[in-house]
């Protein structure tokens, strides 16, 4: 757990050592730290707050992908800014959680990344998913259907939510995402959380 704040810090390291299958095994304050002590513990998961002293936490990211590969992230922030999303992505975050978000969405968030998924907060999800990208290019030759089930699948849906959100029967869900996984050929939720970022498909809403 990376955050400037001791309290966040402390309490937030609390909560999640309170849970039967999650254990923290090291906090720290800044980037620096961060570094020296994930190289020591090679943790499954970091959970990283965007707005550090000195280097920020996207930035942190960024190093941790490049030298600790193994090691999930989380981004923990106050900023609900659809570009502060596409930063951590871009710097290969695997979760997005803001601030005023509950412990159950942080939660979820960990167990969703230890489970090999992506997660994107739900306050920042809903207002990112946008209609402009239908007006894009459509690689892959996607249907419609097929677009909006890949966006939400970027977004950190499951088939289930997805199935009450497009108002379609879970089996359809699964059929559409079959389909087009097959035709871009992407292997996994992060292969589609890349593809969805490299084209545009993670964008503001229009106002």
Known sequence: MVDDHPIIL????????????????????????ALEGIGKTLPDVAVVDISLPGVNGVTLIERL???????????????????????????GGRGFVVKRSTATDLLQAIRCVLAGDNYVDPALAARILSPRSAAQGDPGNLSERERSVIQLVALGYSNKEISSRLNLSIKTIETYRTRATEKLELRSRAAIVRFAHSNGWLVELPV
């Open 10 to 33: 402390s309490g937030v390291g609390a909560m999640i050592n309170s849970q039967e299958d999650l254990t923290i095994v090291g906090l720290a304050g800044n980037a620096d730290d």
């Open 65 to 91: 992908g490049e030298r600790f590969p193994e090691v999930s992230c989380i981004a923990l922030t106050a900023h609900e800014d659809p570009g502060c999303l596409r930063q951590v992505l871009a710097a």
